[in-house]
Nanobody
C-alpha cells in the first residue's frame, strides 16, 4: 500500500521561504516520477515542479522557475520542495504526487499522478 505523508508548509510573509517534504512508504521513490502540485479554490490542480527517473531532469512551471527547487533524498525515501522568494500568488494547498516513470518531468506535471499526499496549506501574506 502506497502512502505519502507530507510535512512542512504554513504561513510566511512575502519574500520568505518554506520547505515541504513528502515521505513515502510502499514505494521506492528513486524508481518513480515525483512532483509537487498546487491547487487554489475554483482552479484546477497545477503541476509546479516535477522530476522523472527516465530523463533525470526537472521541470518547473514558469511562475516558480528560479524560486522553487525539487529534490530527492533517496536514503530517507523522501522528496522535498524548497520554496524561496515566496509571493502571495503562491498561496495554495500543495500536494506531492508519485507514479511510475513517465516520458519526461514535464509530462508528469501535466498528468494526474497515481498517488497523492494529503495536502499542505501554504499561505504567503503581503
Amino acid at each position: 500500500q502506497v502512502q505519502l505523508v507530507q510535512s512542512g508548509g504554513g504561513r510566511v510573509q512575502s519574500g520568505g521561504s518554506l520547505r515541504l517534504s513528502c515521505a513515502a512508504s510502499g514505494v521506492t521513490l528513486e524508481h518513480y516520477a515525483v512532483g509537487w502540485f498546487r491547487q487554489v479554490p475554483g482552479k484546477e490542480r497545477e503541476g509546479v515542479a516535477c522530476t522523472d527517473v527516465s530523463d533525470g531532469g526537472a521541470f518547473y512551471v514558469d511562475s516558480v522557475k528560479g524560486r522553487f527547487t525539487i529534490s530527492r533524498d533517496n536514503a530517507k525515501n523522501t522528496v522535498h520542495l524548497q520554496m524561496d522568494s515566496l509571493k502571495p500568488e503562491d498561496t495554495a494547498v500543495y500536494y506531492c504526487g508519485v507514479e511510475p516513470p513517465v516520458a519526461t518531468a514535464r509530462a508528469l506535471c501535466r498528468r494526474v499522478p497515481d498517488y497523492w499526499g494529503q495536502g499542505t496549506q501554504v499561505t504567503v501574506s503581503s
